[in-house]
């Protein structure tokens, strides 16, 4: 196993969606990267109560969920002390200008369009994890 395959394999990662058919494509996508430790949530208000138990060193987010968007979801997080440094990448099918200037503006890490490729998840998510110092080993 390579540094990167460890390191992978240290990554804990939530897939925060209210579709369980997205999840269950963004958790098989992931497993086939080499990430193993996924936690997924509903929604925004799912993700929180699930972060404050178990953190992750990154989060992978829908826009458009029902009760707590993926753009209030991120802004819950940036408001809360512990979790305001967790990586976002914000996944979505709103590819509008003004849409990826609002997220990036909110405080979105990432930004990625639907549909992606596996490669295209990897490249965003190597440039994520290359760019954030090592979460401690509680996680």
């Known amino acids: 196993m390579d540094a990167q395959d460890r390191n992978a394999k240290e990554i804990r990662i939530m897939i925060v969606d209210d579709f369980a ?30 972060l404050k138990m178990e953190p992750c060193h990154l989060i992978i987010s829908d826009w458009t969920m029902p009760n707590m968007s993926g753009l209030e979801f991120l802004s819950a997080l940036k408001g809360d002390p512990a979790l305001k440094l967790v990586p ?35 490249k965003k998510l190597e440039s994520i994890l290359s760019s954030v110092p090592r979460a401690p080993d509680s996680l």
């Open 21 to 50: 058919g997205m999840r269950t494509i963004l958790k098989h996508t992931l497993h086939l990267l080499g990430y193993d430790r996924i936690v997924e949530a509903r929604g925004g208000q799912d993700a929180l109560m699930k």
């Open 88 to 122: 976002f990448l914000m996944i979505t099918a709103k590819s509008e200008r003004s849409n990826v200037i609002e997220a990036a503006h909110a405080g979105v890490t990432h930004y990625m369009i639907k549909p992606f490729s596996a490669e295209a998840l990897q």
